[in-house]
């Protein structure tokens, strides 16, 4: 399933075989934005003493990360996963054991969570790499229901409640998950890490043998490249991303259930990266911040958010299914160009 | 001797019985899945909602003081002008965009997504409940069977006839064959594909409507009936091969009995997992499925 | 001049059709072989048994003394054959510095997969190389898809020549092609063989090219070989001009 719609990606990522430009692209302008972005907001909830927003926040990067996972599957692969909420839910599942009866310590949590969502990635990799396009999506979706309901149904887990009371985890003595300023930081400062990986995965000649599997698989392996294990490798990948930022779930809301792998979940997220821009990397990050946004606003008006965000999804596949980076990048690039041969600049 | 016996006539039979009522409605909602595809190239991820709209259209229309025989025979057609607003409206733009499988893909999904909380929305979130139109049972076999689930075997075994017949056997089905097969060619024939398109799509979505009515009285009726339900269609329709009547029958049929006698020993937890093992086999095995050909989807 | 290619007695068969039925023939090293035929004769058939993109039902090749029947394609290049494609099969929405690249990529052997692709010098030197060599320098940033049908075949070949193959396989190199690109393809081959060394096989409509061009000749028709020799050998064959005889070249 080649998908046109993230060349514009592919074309305005940095050129690397160019001399190095000693201006930035207009999709590194754009993740400045984001981020720094992030650090005013977080800025301003500190002056303004408000903890509700700061949280809000910090989920929508947490799902931000999620939404990243599918972005590199769906994007760069050319794999639309229905089901990525498997590996997130399980990687909140395991932090929050790892939490409640292990340790306290945040790094340990992530590091097994890191380590189980690999282990899980490969088995549900060596299930569902060897489709594409619907099959894929299909097994992708299965996948999630079929785990789902099973924790949905086991006693040890919680079944339909979940595992609650999850304490709060730490950073450093004293410094911890409990403080929301600081355990937004935090998510931002791996969220971050998540993104620069994969804008440098994608300069290399790993991340470009994705691109060129998303665009002509068939010619891949003429090139002696055994595309499957590529794909299998960016599918644990994602399903490590997804793990981790899972596992800073429990350490925000304090519990997990399994409606966090259920396919609400994975559809938001793919819907926060076809809204923000497929094959982008930052545009999944800003669609998870909008529509965790929008669908905080428009839920404080209706317990009906979904269908708005539904139709707004089905607006944009119809309209701009290049997404809003994906659109937005072109036309900054335009307008950095021009400005630079206005200013004279000699490259 | 007389255990297998017994063990066939009273354990073995029934479950079976049971698993073809649910089977002949599955075998439905599939056909429709993959005549859909068949046809137009479409993977309709909305089809599960579509099942669920047939069920509450069936609650409203009874809610209207209609008998549920009106109900069967009016959601089919209600259903048809759904599908058919929905493929010219919707699916229709990203049709002839380059990227066309991922962005159908994608707007069914969405429109699922719609469907679904338009649906809590209208009929809040609460299980309903639907009378079996027909009370009482029959005794096969020396046990007892509701008699509205022989009903529906039978109408879903005509039903079923009568589209393999409308699609093999009438001049309708060739020209629709043949628009699948080469539309262009049919479109120079002067058959006017967009209208068969359109046409199939609501065909398709108002066999999954019937499916709704029919099952609506065994299963409660509930906002998210269809996404539980839309991974065995698709099931049958991936084992039987996508575009695949005889596929669509018989997985539909094959499959529903297997879930049916395995639940004899199995907890129905494991039901659904097992249906999606046996998918995931099939697709590792011959990824085309039963009958389908490589190179669909 | 050596064998380095042969096929033996291979078939494959596509439900009641034999596609192809019971080839048999050589490849010298360093030589330019080429498979012509009428339509339908399983030229690209047997083509892509030879380029492992289908299984054969009987038969076998080896490739400098090596089976490689029933290799999958993406361990036909370590084995150092390498094809190119009838229709274009290039990757459209990169640009022809990548395309080139992605082939190179081969060169590196697995190293630096994960360092940024600017350190892959081997790969980059040889990408200038090939820019040169096939004349697209002045393209190099263009996005594949916006080359002209021309410049698009002629990159389909530098694709396939990136990972510096020890054996060519060029399917209908000239497809669709004018008179000027024709020959100018026409010399490139001629150039690739004599000045590099490269064994080619190729597969072709324009007969009169493969006069030329050829130094053997193999003839299919309906799946089986038919006749094979030098050019003037096969083109004085009755049997050939037979299978010819009413086929626009």
């Known amino acids: 399933m080649s998908s046109p719609i993230t060349t514009t990606a592919v074309a305005a990522a940095p050129a690397a075989h160019r001399a190095p430009a000693r201006r930035l692209s207009a999709a590194s302008w754009l993740a400045i934005v984001f981020f720094a972005g992030a650090l005013l907001f977080g800025a301003v909830a500190l002056a303004l003493g408000d903890v509700f927003y700061l949280r809000l926040a910090t989920e929508a990067l947490i799902f931000g990360g999620l939404a990243l996972s599918v972005d590199l599957l769906l994007g760069r692969v050319g794999l639309l996963p229905l089901g990525q909420a498997l590996f997130f839910g399980l990687g909140a599942y395991v932090s929050a054991l790892v939490l409640k009866h292990w340790t306290d310590s945040i790094w340990l949590a992530l590091a097994v969570a890191l380590v189980f969502s690999a282990l899980a990635g490969l088995v549900g990799g060596l299930i569902a790499i060897r489709s594409k396009g619907v099959y894929f999506a299909l097994i992708s979706f299965g996948l999630a229901q079929v785990v789902s309901k099973l924790i949905y149904n086991t006693r040890e887990l919680g079944a339909s409640d979940g595992i609650i009371g999850v304490p709060a985890a730490a950073m450093a003595p004293g410094l911890g998950s409990g403080t929301p300023q600081v355990f937004f930081l935090l998510v931002l400062g791996l969220i971050g890490a998540f993104y620069l990986a994969l804008r440098y995965l994608m300069d290399t000649p790993m991340g470009r043998q994705l691109d060129a599997i998303r665009i002509n698989e068939h010619r891949v392996a003429f090139l002696g490249v055994d595309a499957w294990r590529y794909k299998l490798g960016a599918f644990v990948a994602a399903a490590c991303i997804a793990g981790v930022s899972g596992a800073l779930y429990p350490m925000l809301r304090g519990f997990v259930s399994p409606e966090l792998m259920f396919f609400q979940v994975s559809g938001h997220a793919v819907i926060n990266v076809i809204v923000g821009g497929t094959g982008t990397l930052i545009g999944p990050l800003y669609g998870s911040a909008i529509l965790t946004g929008l669908r905080s606003v428009v839920g404080s008006f209706t317990a009906h958010h979904h269908i708005v965000i539904g139709v707004l999804f089905v607006v944009v596949v119809i309209l701009m299914p290049r997404g809003l980076i994906g659109y937005a990048t072109p036309v900054l690039q335009r307008w950095l160009d021009r400005r630079h041969h206005s200013a004279g600049d000699r490259t | ?297 | 001049m050596t064998p380095i290619l042969s096929v033996q007695s291979l078939s494959v068969q596509f439900g009641a059709l034999r596609a192809v039925n019971d080839v048999s023939f050589e490849a010298r090293q360093g030589a330019i072989t080429a498979v012509i035929g009428p339509n339908g004769a399983g030229k690209s058939s047997l083509f892509n048994l030879i380029s492992g993109a289908i299984r054969p039902t009987a038969g076998s090749v080896r490739f400098d003394g090596v089976d490689v029947t029933a290799q999958p394609p993406h361990r036909l290049l370590a084995s150092g054959l390498s094809r190119s494609f009838q229709i274009t099969n290039l990757f459209f929405d990169l640009s022809v510095r990548e395309n080139l690249r992605l082939a190179a990529q081969f060169l590196e052997q697995g190293r630096g997969l994960l360092r940024p692709v600017r350190h892959s010098a081997t790969a980059r030197r040889r990408v200038d190389e090939l820019l040169e060599q096939f004349d697209l320098g002045g393209k190099a940033d263009d996005l594949a898809g916006y080359l002209s049908h021309g410049e698009q075949r002629r990159l389909e070949i530098a694709v396939s020549l990136a990972s510096r193959p020890r054996m060519l396989l060029l399917d209908e190199p000239t497809q669709g092609m004018s008179h000027s690109d024709t020959h100018e393809t026409e010399a490139l081959i001629r150039r690739l063989s004599r000045d590099h060394g490269l064994t080619i096989l190729l597969v072709e409509h324009d007969v009169e090219l493969v006069m030329n061009l050829s130094d053997h000749v193999v003839v299919m028709h309906q799946g089986q070989k038919l006749a094979e020799g030098r050019p003037a050998e096969v083109r004085a064959n009755a049997a050939v001009q037979t299978a010819y005889f009413g086929e626009k070249t």
């Open chain 2, 1 to 297: 001797m007389n255990h297998a016996l017994d063990w066939l006539q009273f354990v073995l039979a029934p479950q079976m019985i049971n698993g073809l009522s649910i089977g002949v409605a599955v075998v439905l909602m599939a056909l429709g899945l993959t005549i859909i595809f068949g046809l137009l190239d479409v993977i309709n991820m909305a089809h599960g909602e579509f099942y669920a709209i047939g069920a509450y259209l069936a609650v409203a229309l009874l809610g209207l003081g209609l008998s549920f025989w009106w109900a069967l025979v009016l959601t089919p057609l209600l259903m048809a002008v759904l599908g058919y607003a929905t493929e010219r409206g919707l699916i229709q733009r990203v049709f002839h965009s380059k990227d066309r499988h991922t962005l159908t893909l994608l707007l069914t999904f969405g429109v699922a997504v719609v469907l679904e909380d338009a649906l809590k929305i209208v009929f809040g979130a609460n299980p309903l409940r639907v009378e079996a139109p027909i009370a009482g049972a029959t005794e096969v076999l020396g046990l007892f069977f509701p008699n509205y689930r022989l009903f529906v075997m039978l109408l879903g075994g005509a039903l079923i006839t009568a589209v393999w017949l409308l699609v093999f056997r009438t001049s309708l089905g060739a020209v629709v064959r043949a628009a699948a097969y080469d539309r262009h060619m049919s479109a120079s024939l002067g058959v006017p594909v967009q209208r068969v398109y359109a046409a199939t799509f609501a065909f398709g979505v108002a066999l999954a409507g019937i499916a709704g009515v029919l099952l609506a009285p065994i299963y409660s009726v509930f906002p998210t009936m269809g996404r539980d339900f839309v991974l065995i269609a698709f099931s049958v329709v991936i084992i039987g091969g996508m575009g695949s009547i005889k596929g669509a029958v018989l997985a539909g049929l094959l499959l529903t009995q297997v879930q049916s006698i395995s639940s004899l020993y199995i907890s129905p937890v494991w039901s659904d997992p097992l249906l999606f093992g046996i998918m995931v086999l099939v697709l590792m095995w011959r990824p085309q499925g039963l009958f389908g050909k490589l190179g669909s989807a």
